[in-house]
């Protein structure tokens, strides 16, 4: 289902850390719907979810699901330091 851009970099070294994480954030209810809000996306299949990881990004990111780990990694880090 997730296939390389194409484009940039062609080797990931993190790609299979990077992949799963994202993933799980599409099948976390709460955690979904506030990534959808905060990228202005609404992702109802794992397809859309998997076209939109693999679009385009915004001009100033180098890919979406770059963008959805560091989102993931803020929140993560928000949580935790609220004692979580």
Not at 9 to 18: A, L
Not at 37 to 54: K, Q, T, V, Y
Not at 61 to 68: A, E, F, G, K, M
Request: hydrophobic share 35%; with cysteine; proline share 2%.
């Amino acid at each position: 289902m997730v296939r390389k851009a194409g484009k940039g970099v062609q080797k990931c070294d993190y790609g299979d850390i990077i992949t799963p994480m994202v993933f799980g954030t599409y099948y976390e209810g709460k955690l979904k719907k506030k990534a959808e809000e905060h990228f202005g996306g609404w992702w109802n299949s794992r397809e859309h979810f998997a076209s939109w990881l693999m679009g385009k990004p915004k001009a100033t990111s180098y890919s979406n699901i770059v963008d959805l780990f560091m989102w993931y990694m803020d929140k993560e880090k928000e949580l935790s330091s609220l004692g979580r």
